[in-house]
């Protein structure tokens, strides 16, 4: 069986997507896309060179007869009203992060697929199928390092645009450990606290770069994140597992080590569609074939809703200095499947 996918969005994951979904993986084609910018739209089907039709609204790439999925990589705000759409069409649906914008956008997501009865919801989390994080997880979840007490993470980004925003370090960047985190402790978060340290000379008005979101889970772990968007150097990614026994960290992207010039050093990437690269083919990969086979098994609208009730919260925390509570319903049993 070849699924036929409908990619909503055609910007630079959009157009990743296409290209890994046709070129890369197995088992599907891109047959019709949609974008805002029709004209992008059909100069990226051009260049890639698809025999898929450009279809000039979104929801018509989801009714069409001949689209069995959906991937969705248009604006963030955009998210909610297609998935949704998707659903009441019974079509499964891949869904970059955030799953929406808010935590009751996510929660009307969760509403309708679990009326409908059948998991068609996958969110683009990537990070769990990443190599690195799966070798951490396999060492936490052995004992080998005791429980957890501590993680300290960072995410840095080289630089980011003007119309980035305060908010957007937690909705559109740090939601990524927002999710993997849970996953990496199987634990839930109950508060979030935002410290901003001295702002780099490289932000600007609409932007407080870097802050330090402070984390508490239901278990009692402790957990601080670093959010640095125009650190300048590269595109770096770090997490460090204290626990009672020993310390373990996330590995660093494969690189030569070179010694030239008097300095011995490492590479580092500077985008993170290269360091993540591997991980974006595996969950789509996953998507696909959990879509042939009748059953996703990728993180669920349900795992989007809980990191965009943390993600609420962090926004909350940045504009008061005090802690923001964190409380997340339980889990239904739809999701325990």
């Not at 910007?11 to 084609?29: T, W």
């Not at 029709?38 to 051009?46: D, E, I, P, R, T």
């Not at 609204?57 to 990589?73: E, H, R, W, Y």
């Not at 659903?87 to 891949?94: E, R, S, Y």
Request: glycine share 8%; hydrophobic share 40%.
């Amino acid at each position: 069986m070849t699924l036929k996918l409908g990619v909503i969005g055609t910007g630079a994951i959009g157009q990743e997507h296409i290209r890994r979904c046709s070129q890369v993986l197995q088992g599907a084609k891109v047959v019709a896309v949609s974008d805002i910018n029709l004209n992008g739209a059909a100069q990226a089907v051009k260049r890639l060179g698809l025999d898929a039709e450009v279809l000039p609204d979104g929801k018509q790439v989801i009714k069409a007869s001949n689209v069995d999925a959906l991937i969705i990589t248009s604006w963030d705000p955009t998210h909610e009203e297609f998935v949704l759409a998707a659903i009441a069409a019974g079509k499964p649906v891949f869904c970059e992060k955030p799953l929406a914008v808010t935590a009751a956008g996510c929660k009307r997501i969760v509403d309708a697929e679990i009326a409908y009865g059948r998991r068609l919801v996958q969110v683009g989390f990537m990070r769990p199928y990443d190599q690195g994080y799966r070798a951490l997880k396999k060492v936490i979840d052995s004992g080998e390092i005791g429980q957890p007490l501590m993680l300290h993470c960072a995410h840095r980004n080289p630089n980011v645009d003007e119309g980035y925003t305060t908010d957007m370090a937690i909705t559109n960047t740090m939601i990524h450990e927002l999710g993997v985190l849970r996953w990496l402790l199987n634990d839930d978060y109950v508060s979030a606290q935002v410290i901003f340290p001295r702002a780099t000379a490289h932000t600007h008005a609409k932007l407080r770069d870097p802050q330090i979101v402070l984390l508490e889970t239901v278990k009692g772990a402790r957990i601080d994140v670093e959010v640095f968007v125009n650190c300048q150097y590269g595109y770096d990614i770090q997490t460090e597992v204290v626990g009672e026994n020993g310390i373990a960290s996330l590995p660093e992207p494969s690189s030569v080590l070179l010694r030239s010039g008097a300095k011995r050093s490492h590479t580092i990437l500077t985008d993170w569609k290269d360091r993540f690269i591997d991980a974006y083919d595996v969950e789509l990969q996953d998507f696909i074939n959990g879509v042939i086979h009748g059953e996703l098994t990728g993180p669920s609208a349900w795992d989007g809703y809980a990191a965009s009730v943390a993600a609420d919260a962090c926004v909350a925390a940045q504009k008061t200095p005090g802690l923001v509570s964190i409380s997340l319903p339980p889990r239904p049993a739809f999701y325990e499947r």
